[in-house]
T-cell receptor, first 113, second 113 residues
């Protein structure tokens, strides 16, 4: 069964450093998303991406964040200068055209020290 | 208006009992209401979803009841099993092209053997 994969599973970084979180969405999906979940809290929408551009972003997704689909398979989230409050679980999701269901990856736990 | 309110925060049910989780929303533009199940260390997985043109949807032991006039929907887990112990999130999506999901705070369900 096709699935969304994410790497790394856990990333530890120093405050102020750049991190890139990687995702491989399901191959025939065209809509891509990043969400985050701070420990013990709800899942929060960050950004949606379609047709090689951002279709919507939340207030959390400020200019420190960027997304890219550098090739036909990967979808990345970059945080340019990490802050302590960026520590969270980051989930990538994808969905197919004409299908409501969003499929989630296992997440990357980001720890900013 | 973009919030989805979920209750209870935690729930303990005996094996074989019925688990009921409730959600309420304000935005009448929401057109899709999924429930996600999340096990520790995993990404959310779609459990069951409903659109506002139906009042109930059943899949196996899981049922969504939807009350459009009250702007409420609930998840019922019949014959709850220890394997159902997980965190459950309700969510809602705006009609339109952005497809982002607005999430409830989650309910931690424990089913005692």
């Amino acid at each position: 069964e096709p699935e969304v994969t994410q790497t790394p599973s856990h990333q530890v970084t120093q405050m102020g450093q750049e991190v890139i979180l990687r995702c491989v969405p399901i191959s025939n999906h065209l809509y891509f998303y990043w969400y985050r979940q701070i420990l013990g809290q709800k899942v929060e929408f960050l950004v949606s991406f379609y047709n090689n551009e951002i279709s919507e972003k939340s207030e959390i997704f400020d200019d420190q964040f960027s997304v890219e689909r550098p090739d036909g398979s990967n979808f990345t989230l970059k945080i340019r200068s990490t802050k302590l409050e960026d520590s969270a679980m980051y989930f990538c999701a994808s969905s197919a055209p004409l299908n409501n269901e969003q499929f989630f990856g296992p997440g990357t736990r980001l720890t900013v020290l | 208006q973009q919030q989805v309110k979920q209750s209870p925060q935690s729930l303990i049910v005996q094996k074989g009992g019925i688990s009921i989780i409730n959600c309420a929303y304000e935005n009448t533009a929401f057109d899709y209401f999924p429930w996600y199940q999340q096990f520790p260390g995993k990404g959310p997985a779609l459990l069951i979803a409903i659109r506002p043109d139906v009042s109930e949807k059943k899949e196996g032991r899981f049922t969504i009841s939807f009350n459009k006039s009250a702007k409420q929907f609930s998840l019922h887990i019949m014959d709850s099993q220890p394997g159902d112990s997980a965190t459950y999130f309700c969510a809602a999506r705006n009609a339109g092209n952005n497809r982002k999901l607005i999430w409830g705070l989650g309910t931690s369900l424990a089913v005692n053997p």
